[in-house]
């Protein structure tokens, strides 16, 4: 393990105040990062009231569990069903359902794009194809977030109405994508940095390599898996990790495509009972609705600490996910400059 | 067993003409070589023989099928590149059972028979196990070797396995390599720039220019009758000397020049020659009349022997390697005479004018 401060010029005072500096001023960035968690996990624990207290407090003055014990409850509780419909695991499994597709799906197809665009084109045609790939990535989300939104209605056309096949008089076949697990995994199973990243990484394997296990007897396939495989591990990790943390994570497109109480993601559902909680009793539906909302909520006891229960069990498979590759992350940190 | 027929074959590089209209024949057991300069095509030949390119025009045939429109897994040949190619996640034994295993239909413990076999024969019975990056230049180069010897293949190809290597390794690499040809008795196809590697290796020698084919024959026949002033100047070292001379009843002559070359058969019989004699054969004139006068350029002194190069009365520079210890300083007038073949060249197509 490496320090992680060079030991350079210990003996001289001048550094030796220098790199107390430099600690100290890292010191305080590791706090400002580590704040937020400890703020998250400290509301958690505290009890319903002081949630809202104001000003608010950093130390609970009392540790209770209520919350947690809530979330887990939620969708058997009657108080919260006007809420949430489902009990949480259900949202917990429709994101890892779509983030394992995903990055199971994702992955090989990203990864042989860029082998075959690194080792199988050449010349002209391989710059055009790396250039339409990486162009995607100049596209805001934000201006594709329509057009796609009308693609998954009606996939594959963007009109309201199929075109009729010429000659007859019936309409192409279309498949609606809208509110099913597939309008959210398709779109992520390219991903055209980690495409950058594979490419990257297979253009430093000498092609000599590559031809010597033709010539040998291998098919393009036989050679991807097991000569470039074995020694791309490091970069599949990181990319394997980035997508895994961009599709669970991954919130507006979710809110976009997943309609149905049932097929909602964890990230859709938590925004969707902060939204309840924020409004409800506040705004809209005239004085007896908002009594009434109001009268849920306190009955339920649920407030900011439960969604603070829920951003942490959120975070729970992207830390493990981090576990899993950390070696590996590292590593590919070193390949690439990585953020 | 087949031998390798290369025919007619032609390949474009970008507008570049690498391979021009190229045909041999490599016996079954022949080791051939290709020798040529960096961008005489030599390789991109090779290239083609294996299937990492394809052939514009012609046929390439192995045992008497047709090879060039296979992809190259189907092909069956062993090759060693020229910087190994070895596949750097595996470990020795992998790399040499890769090919075994990638074709299939052969059994594991004969696969792990084979390996330890052809490992054992090359010295790297002990390394089985290591990753290949520990391993020095000259390991590597061994298990490149045995990775394209463990296969049953059809034939060898070779492309500059020894550059890497320093020269002592070298020499040892070049016996195993001669040996693993003599024991599979197929067809090698060798590619060198290295002209004292192709002497000592080589059955026949190829060599190429400019895509093209100069001659095919045996080392010794590069030697002595070179086809055309391409080889002449190319092979041997240093090169044959190349003098312009005008023919005049059975001798060449030119200011300085006056070489005795007998009877010249067919329309050359008067025309302008380029004279060719190797500069070992050339001697100090003895007596009064020298085929060679000049003035001495420069004077190098080797091990046993001088190499003197010295400028005819036409400007045409000419090195003579001499065993008498001359004392000759630049400027010095010299006559020589010539003490061996003597070959005529077409000052025009340059070709070798037949003699008989």
Known sequence: MPALLPKVGMRQPKLRYSRAAIAGFLGIGVLLHLLPFYYIISTSLKPGAEVVRN??????????????????????????????KEPFWVYFANSAFITVIAVGIGLPVTALAAYANSKLQSGRGARVSFLFFIGTMMVPFVVTLVPMYLLTLNFPFTMPDAPMIPGTDTEFPTLRLWDTPWAVILPAIFVPFNFLLFKGFFDTIPNSVINAARVDGGSELNI?????????????????????????DNFLWQLVTLQSPEKVTMSVATYQLIERLSTAGSTGGGAAAQAEGMGDLLNSGLTWNGMMVLAILQSIPIFIAFLVCREYLLRGIKIRGLK | MGELEVRGVSKRLGDHQAVDDVSFIVASGEFFVLLGTSGSGKSTLLRL??????????????????????????????????????????????????????????????????????????????MLSRSTQDLSG??????????????????????????????????????????????????????????????????????????RVQQVSTPDDLLSAPANTFVARFVGSPPMNLVPAALDAGVARAD?????????????????????????????????????????????????????????????????????????????????????????????????????
Request: proline share 7%; net charge negative; hydrophobic share 45%.
């Open chain 1, 55 to 84: 000003p608010p407090t950093f130390i609970p003055s009392a540790i209770t569990f209520d919350a947690w014990k809530l979330v887990l409850r939620i969708g058997d509780e009657s108080q919260i069903v006007q809420l949430v």
């Open chain 1, 224 to 248: 991807f898996r097991r000569i470039v495989m074995p020694m791309a591990v490091p970069v599949f990790a990181v990319t394997a990790y980035m997508s895994f943390g961009s599709v669970w």
């Open chain 2, 49 to 126: 023989i294996c299937g990492l390119e394809t052939p514009d025009a012609g046929q390439i045939l192995l045992d008497g099928r047709e090879i060039h429109t296979l992809p190259p897994r189907q092909r069956n040949l062993g090759m060693v590149f020229q910087d190994y190619g070895l596949y750097p996640g595996m470990d020795v034994r992998g790399n040499i059972a890769y090919g075994l295993e990638a074709r299939g239909g052969v059994p594991k413990d004969e696969i792990q028979r084979r390996v330890v076999e052809a490992a054992g024969k090359l010295g790297l019975g002990e």
């Open chain 2, 138 to 211: 000259g390991e590597q180069q061994r298990v490149a070797l045995a990775r394209a010897m463990v296969k049953d293949a059809d034939a060898f190809l070779f492309d500059e396995p020894l550059s890497n290597l320093d020269p002592k390794l070298r020499h040892h690499a070049r016996r195993d390599i001669v040996a693993i040809h003599r024991e599979k008795k197929r067809p090698s196809v060798y590619v060198t720039h290295d002209q004292s590697e192709a002497f000592a290796m080589a059955d026949r020698v190829a060599v190429m220019s400019q895509g």
């Open chain 2, 256 to 356: 300085g020049v006056e070489v005795p070359v007998g009877s010249v058969p067919g329309p050359a019989a008067s025309g302008r020659v380029l004279v060719g004699f190797r500069p070992e054969s050339v001697r100090p004139a003895r007596n009064g009349t020298a085929a060679l006068t000049g003035s001495v350029i420069d004077v190098e002194e080797g091990l046993v022997d001088l190499t003197v190069r010295f400028a005819t009365a036409d400007g045409v520079e000419v090195t003579a390697v001499v065993e008498d210890d001359l004392r000759l300083a630049a400027g010095d007038p010299v006559a020589f005479d010539i003490d061996g073949p003597v070959h005529l060249f077409d000052a025009d197509t340059e070709q070798a004018i037949p003699r008989a």
